[in-house]
């Protein structure tokens, strides 16, 4: 099938699956980390800051990341970020299986995680390059590994709101921890014909200066990352405050907050099977405009859905636009980017999705103290439909060839 074309390369093949195992255990690990933290302090604020020490390192560390992977062997460097994370997700399961609930250790093993992440998640992405032979299926590669990162974002949470209500937290953590077995033994299994590294005559700071004036020389590339730094900073951490609206507003308890997850995850499984079966990826920017709109106006009726059916449904459009508008702007850059600059310009990704989510999430959780858990949602859901037609104005001021799709039309134009 056209949708799969990327699995008949052998590496990619075995990144695929093994990455699909590890995925699952990081989503209960997070899902019970989460539940944990909010059933032990009932702190919407504590919740934010869980998820701001495990993502802020990338805010910082992701461009020094991007120079370090463009300066060195990127499969050497994902195999030690591998063995990290599991040391760590080791150290976290054992804690919480001698019942050493300890908020400050918790927040600790987070930051160290997010400490990794900066590192791995720049190196995983430049690295799918190297796992496709043909690089016109590079976009496909990149939609089928959303894919597989969305499904395990639904089948981790569902498990693990099983896990936690008959085994309890300590069996999703040790879940995690033996998860990383297939990925490294996948990892030795590839043999990638990675370029060999030239050392750099330049310092790691002139790099990181050569990777800003690329990324903000170029027109299209810094408007999407700017668009994509106001989506991950006041809307996706909307997604803080769904363990309230699980156990507060909708009186539910584990197996509730795990529907969210997976509810999300099931509309984001969608938007990436609809953008690895793209036949071209001419539309990529009217892509990620209705993608955002999408997002914003499923946060907006989210934040007063009466009925948990209701708020489920709309949880699946919030997983579409999310998906769909990260995914592309992911595809793009890897697509038009100098293979000298392709870590660079990918640590700005990591840096504009994933450092801003943190700030968000304290924003989102001191903001819902303030004025409660629905009025914080529906700000978040204002700004990004707001956030979004400035980008339509922006693009259609200064790009003559872009124009708005519905989505009915972009769906008749990939047929």
Known sequence: ??????????????????????????????????????????????????????LIPSLILAPYAGSIVDRHNRYRILVITQVVSMLQAGALAFMILFKCYNIS????????????NAFDITCRQSLMVDMV???ADLPNAIALNSTMTNLARIMGPAIAGIVLGIFGEDACFFGNFLSYIPVLTCLFMMKLNTPVSIKSEKSIWAELQDGFKYVSGDRDLSSLIFMLTITSLFVIPFNTLMPIFAKDIFNGDAKTFSWFESAAGLGSVISAVYL??????????????????????????????????????????????????????NTYIQTHTIP????????????AYQGMIPIG??????????????????????????????????KKRTDKDFHTFSIKSMLAKQV
């Not at 255990?25 to 869980?50: D, E, P």
């Not at 303030?370 to 700004?383: D, K």
Request: with cysteine; glycine share 8%; net charge positive.
């Open 1 to 54: 099938m056209n949708v799969f074309r990327s699995l008949k390369y052998r590496n990619f093949k075995l990144f695929f699956y093994c990455q699909s195992i590890s995925l699952i255990g990081t989503w209960m690990q997070k899902t019970a980390v989460s539940w944990l933290v909010y059933t032990l302090t009932g702190s919407a604020l504590l919740l934010g800051i869980v998820s701001f020490v495990s």
């Open 340 to 351: 000298a600059m392709r870590a660079r310009a990918i640590s700005y990704y990591v840096m």
């Open 361 to 394: 999430s304290l924003m989102a959780g001191w903001l819902a103290n303030e004025v409660g858990p629905r009025n914080a949602v529906c700000t978040e859901g204002v700004i990004g439909v707001l956030a979004t037609a400035a980008f339509v104005v922006y």
């Open 105 to 116: 250790a918790i927040i600790g093993l987070s930051l160290i995680q997010g400490i990794i």
């Open 133 to 135: 032979d043909d690089k």
């Open 276 to 329: 690895a079966n793209l036949k071209n990826n001419k539309h990529l920017v009217n892509i990620i405009a209705v993608a955002g709109l999408v997002l914003g106006l499923s946060v907006l009726l989210i934040a007063y859905a009466v009925k948990l059916p209701i708020a489920l449904i709309i949880m699946v459009f919030t997983g579409i636009g999310m998906m769909a508008q990260t995914s592309a702007i």
